[in-house]
């Protein structure tokens, strides 16, 4: 399968990326699987040394912009293997909880997919080159209203796996976000 054109994007560095669980299961309603993705984000920027700007954990898929170091990675490089480890690593906590819910969807997912019994996400992400200041602030004020749209909290500070803590709290718990690029506005 190609790349869809990802190889002109070499002196590109500002992406705003989805990525969403098969047939959108709230995966990422267990806290325990978010803390996966989080690791795996943290193990891959330092491989990769991309630059978080913001996110959010959503129960079905997760949004992000990302600056990204092309002589040390792409945006697939960087998604392929966030994408895969934190699929193996919540599979096998899956099998360890015994959460066999989720086993059916994995499994029906992954039908199909030679050399393959299970499937967490989506086959392909999507991303959209962020080109100006404008097109920034409006993925940031999306990404921060998501859990407030989708009715999980009141305030977009008040959603553990945004970065609308780190910028509106200077909250810096769960994940590092390079806040100094946007400023502080969120609304």
């Not at 995966?27 to 330092?46: G, H, M, T």
């Not at 792409?74 to 096998?92: E, H, N, V, Y």
């Not at 499994?107 to 404008?134: T, Y």
């Amino acid at each position: 399968m190609g790349r869809r054109g990802r190889q002109n994007l070499i002196n590109v560095h500002f992406f705003f990326v989805t990525t969403t669980v098969v047939k959108f299961t709230p995966v990422f309603s267990f806290p325990p699987f978010c803390d996966i993705l989080i690791n795996n984000i943290k193990f891959y920027q330092s491989k990769y040394k991309f630059e978080i700007l913001a996110y959010v954990i959503m129960p079905t898929h997760f949004h992000w912009i990302v600056k990204t170091d092309s002589d040390r990675g792409t945006i697939s490089d960087i998604m392929r293997d966030i994408k895969k480890f934190t699929a193996w690593q919540i599979l096998d906590r899956k099998e360890a909880d015994n959460l066999t819910d989720l086993d059916q969807i994995f499994k029906a997912a992954a039908r199909g997919i030679k050399d393959q019994k299970n499937k967490l996400w989506m086959k392909r992400f999507d991303d959209e080159v962020i080109r100006n200041e404008k097109m920034f602030w409006t993925k940031l004020k999306y990404i921060h209203n998501n859990p407030v749209k989708a009715g999980l909290v009141k305030k977009p500070d008040e959603y553990k796996y945004s970065s609308a803590r780190n910028y509106l709290l200077n909250d810096h718990s769960v994940i590092k976000i390079d806040t100094d690029y946007a400023g502080i506005e969120i609304v």
